[in-house]
Each structure stands twice: as C-alpha cells, then as structure tokens.
C-alpha cells in the first residue's frame, strides 16, 4: 500500500526559526541604537586636515585600517576626504601604514 501524497509547504508559510524572538537564538530585549551623525557636519570649524594626526588616529583601527562609514557615521563626502587625508598622512608617515608588532 502507498504512502498518501503530501505537498511541501509553500515558502509562505512559518519557517523552522520563526520561534526565536528578537535578538537572535537567546530572544533578548530590542535595543535602543542611537543614530549616528557625521561630526563635520555638526561642527562647521572642524576641518579635516592630514597635519592634525591626533584626529585622524580616531578613524584608523588598532591594525591600520581605515574604519568604514557605517562604523563612524561620517557622511559620504566627509569619509571621501578623510581618506584622502588618512592617505597623505601616512606617505609622510604621520600615522603608521600597519599596525607595529612588539615582540
């Protein structure tokens, strides 16, 4: 005797971790993200400039990389500029291309 036929569900229908709530696997409570805003804007007297090391240091990691937009929430023509100077910065060797290895 065969088995009677039974149709897959529809891609529609609940998925196997609709279970979990917001947050992942643990559930979790929803967190509160505070929108991100691009300091040069704010802060019309705040130039960008390669000489000013101090304040470039903040938007390169620890291992040298310059560090992305979504991260910072600079505005898309300030992080073009920051780059640029990040860039200047480090052929004239104000900032370090790499993260330094102590042994």
Known sequence: MSTPYKPRPSSSGPRRDDHRGPGGPGGGK???IRKKFCRFCAEKELA???KNA???KQFVSERGKIVPR???GNCAKHQRKLTVEIKKARI???IAFTATQVR
Do not use: G
């Open 54 to 56: 101090y304040m470039i």
């Open 30 to 32: 929803k967190r509160y």
């Open 48 to 50: 960008i400039d390669y």
């Open 70 to 72: 979504r991260i910072t």
């Open 92 to 94: 004239i060797a104000l």
